[in-house]
């Protein structure tokens, strides 16, 4: 997201977590105090779903007060919130994709606590736009696209769900429409995710094809076979139909995307 902005010319702070909790009133006013911002766009977030099961507190407080902390500051400074969610907020049972129309039903600790996070935004941020996503992939950090990859290299065993689906999103193209949303000051709900659903297996499957790797086994399995503590939805690809209001055309195709990030992958492993 930085890097998007900076190259389109903005002045962009990004602060890591050793710099900025979010969870802490005090370093969130020092950072707002420090940089005067006009926008915010909230990268921060915990997505290690079986230990917010485990621990439900720290869960709720980087992922709903956290938040809720930042439109309370983004109020006094009158600057405008980017919040990022999740296709979890959905319990799976849909059989088809997910549109802002339909009602949110978290299953696990995780899910609840980002709904809760947009609750927060919603009853203290004048001015937001809530952007749910599902399954990102992308340079840097740790993701499923650069890890399989790895695993494969390194000889180990690689298992893949095929009984969950949703939509793989490559970070770059959620930038981008971020950054397109806040250009046109388009305030509200959206679901932005690539094109077309999957499951695991056809992810991993993908990638290892696309790194010269589709020798590599993988093992089936299923949700209830990995035996992990929190529930996962089973069926959570989403729609936006604000963005088809506005007239946006759909982020491109997954294993397009993904063809791109195989290619930069490899480029920057040597």
Request: proline share 6%.
């Amino acid at each position: 997201m930085a890097a998007r902005l900076e190259a389109a010319g903005w002045h962009v702070f990004a602060f890591p977590h050793s710099d900025l909790d979010i969870s802490n009133p005090e370093d969130v006013r020092e950072k707002f105090v420090e940089s005067r911002p006009q926008l915010v766009i909230n990268c921060a977030a915990t997505a290690d779903v079986d230990r917010c099961e485990r621990e439900p507190e720290w869960a709720y407080a980087v992922n709903a007060d956290g938040p809720r902390l930042l439109a309370q500051q983004c109020n006094k400074s009158d600057a405008d919130l980017v919040h990022i969610s999740t296709d979890y907020v959905f319990d799976g049972l849909k059989e088809g994709l997910y549109t802002q129309e339909d009602e949110t039903n978290p299953l696990s600790v995780y899910a609840q606590t980002k709904v809760a996070g947009e609750v927060a935004v919603r009853d203290e941020a004048r001015r937001f736009y809530i952007v749910r996503t599902s399954w990102i992939f992308g340079p840097g950090g740790k993701n499923f696209g650069s890890r399989v990859i790895q695993l494969a290299r390194q000889g180990a065993h690689i298992r893949a769900v095929t009984d969950q689906t949703s939509i793989p999103t490559y970070a770059p193209d959620l930038a981008a429409r971020i950054h397109e949303l806040v250009n046109r000051g388009a305030h509200g709900l959206y679901h932005v995710t690539n094109s077309g659903p999957a499951n695991w297996f056809d992810f991993a499957t993908l990638a290892l094809d696309l790194a010269q790797l589709g020798h590599t086994p993988i093992e089936p399995v299923t949700r209830e076979g990995l035996k992990q503590l929190a529930p996962r939805p089973h069926n959570t690809p989403m729609r936006c139909i604000v963005s088809e209001r506005l007239g946006l055309r759909p982020l491109r195709s997954w294993r397009e995307a993904l063809e791109e990030f195989v290619r930069e992958y490899e480029m920057k492993a040597g």
